[in-house]
């Protein structure tokens, strides 16, 4: 696939050159990664392909697939996302199952909001959901729960999940008082209790060992990642450990994990992971609410 190079204008005025893959330009214009970056269709200049060497152009799909702008397409949050609530047991089973492989895997067997053994069953946390409602949106599932008495929120779509902390909470909260004065080492420590920060892979011998290269301090807009050099499409689910992410919004703290299957080039298209019944229930919740836009529910007819 041939590449062509954008010039992206980010959310806090900086411009920046990514490459993508020609098919993914309109796509991309659309995406807010949790308000990170947006990519407006008026800030994208394409520059001619004439002008790059097929090395350059393979160079500039790889530069893009290591990107947290590539992050981004794996996890896609409208800024208007509205979560509606629902209880566990109405969440379909295919849904219920991989959610709880997801944490299972990514979360440390105590910070767990559900039971070891049983992924149909309840766990202790609340549950809402968010029905895509046109192309460039994912649909989602939020958990939220307490671990150290710090607030904690997870929402996965069909190919990543993102651990919410909010820093204000953080530095207010007294069961973490014990590990420092200061945001890096409170989250360092509440890290330990709530990734799964070391094990072994399943299927697999090697032992894995998360190593987070933490700032001095940490500000807003700031981004970083366990291996900023890992090609997003190579990864595997199961061994999500490769590379995890970072950034900082609105005082909030998100680590992203990133679980596409294997056998995958890229990300599956998220916008259908409910099933169809579901995401109508949900959209129908949604309007009796006022939440859903007449723009949206046209695109749907």
């Given at each position: 696939m041939?590449?062509?190079?954008l010039?992206?204008?980010?959310e806090?005025?900086?411009l920046?050159?990514?490459?993508?893959?020609r098919?993914?330009v309109?796509r991309?214009?659309?995406?807010?990664?949790h308000g990170v970056l947006?990519?407006?269709?008026v800030?994208?200049?394409?520059a001619?392909?004439?002008?790059?060497?097929?090395?350059?152009?393979?160079?500039a799909?790889l530069a893009?697939?290591?990107?947290f702008?590539?992050?981004?397409?794996?996890?896609?949050e409208?800024p208007d996302?509205?979560?509606i609530?629902?209880?566990?047991?109405?969440l379909p089973?295919?849904i219920?199952s991989?959610?709880y492989?997801?944490?299972?895997?990514f979360?440390a067997?105590?910070?767990?909001?559900q039971?070891?053994?049983?992924?149909?069953?309840?766990?202790?946390m609340?549950?809402?959901v968010?029905?895509?409602r046109?192309e460039?949106?994912?649909?989602?599932?939020?958990?939220?729960w307490?671990v150290m008495?710090?607030?904690l929120?997870?929402?996965?779509?069909?190919?990543a999940a993102r651990?919410?902390i909010d820093?204000d909470e953080?530095?207010?909260?007294?069961s973490l008082?014990e590990f420092g004065r200061?945001e890096v080492?409170?989250?360092?420590e509440?890290?330990?209790?709530t990734?799964?920060?070391r094990?072994?892979?399943?299927g697999?011998?090697?032992?894995?060992e998360?190593?987070?290269?933490?700032p001095?301090?940490?500000t807003?807009?700031?981004?970083f990642?366990t291996n900023p050099?890992?090609?997003?499409?190579?990864?595997?689910?199961e061994?999500?450990?490769?590379?995890?992410d970072?950034?900082?919004?609105?005082?909030?703290?998100?680590?992203?994990g990133?679980f596409?299957?294997r056998?995958?080039m890229?990300p599956?298209d998220?916008?259908k992971w409910?099933?169809?019944?579901f995401?109508?229930?949900?959209?129908?919740?949604?309007r009796?609410l006022?939440d859903?836009?007449?723009?949206s529910?046209?695109?749907?007819?």
């Amino acid at each position: 696939m041939i590449a062509e190079w954008l010039v992206v204008r980010g959310e806090y005025g900086r411009l920046g050159m990514i490459g993508v893959e020609r098919k993914q330009v309109m796509r991309l214009s659309m995406i807010v990664m949790h308000g990170v970056l947006a990519l407006s269709p008026v800030a994208v200049t394409c520059a001619q392909d004439a002008q790059q060497t097929p090395e350059e152009k393979r160079a500039a799909v790889l530069a893009y697939r290591r990107s947290f702008e590539c992050g981004a397409t794996f996890l896609r949050e409208p800024p208007d996302v509205v979560f509606i609530d629902v209880d566990f047991e109405k969440l379909p089973k295919l849904i219920k199952s991989h959610m709880y492989s997801v944490l299972t895997n990514f979360l440390a067997r105590e910070s767990r909001p559900q039971a070891t053994g049983d992924s149909y069953a309840p766990g202790r946390m609340t549950v809402r959901v968010f029905g895509s409602r046109k192309e460039g949106e994912d649909d989602l599932v939020e958990y939220r729960w307490t671990v150290m008495g710090q607030n904690l929120r997870v929402v996965a779509s069909q190919n990543a999940a993102r651990l919410d902390i909010d820093l204000d909470e953080l530095l207010e909260n007294p069961s973490l008082a014990e590990f420092g004065r200061t945001e890096v080492a409170r989250a360092a420590e509440l890290l330990e209790h709530t990734l799964r920060m070391r094990g072994r892979p399943i299927g697999g011998s090697e032992p894995y060992e998360l190593h987070i290269g933490w700032p001095d301090t940490l500000t807003e807009g700031m981004r970083f990642s366990t291996n900023p050099d890992k090609v997003l499409y190579s990864m595997a689910a199961e061994r999500w450990f490769e590379r995890v992410d970072f950034f900082i919004r609105n005082r909030t703290l998100s680590v992203m994990g990133y679980f596409k299957l294997r056998q995958l080039m890229g990300p599956q298209d998220g916008s259908k992971w409910f099933p169809d019944e579901f995401r109508a229930e949900i959209h129908e919740r949604t309007r009796r609410l006022g939440d859903l836009s007449p723009e949206s529910e046209a695109e749907e007819e």
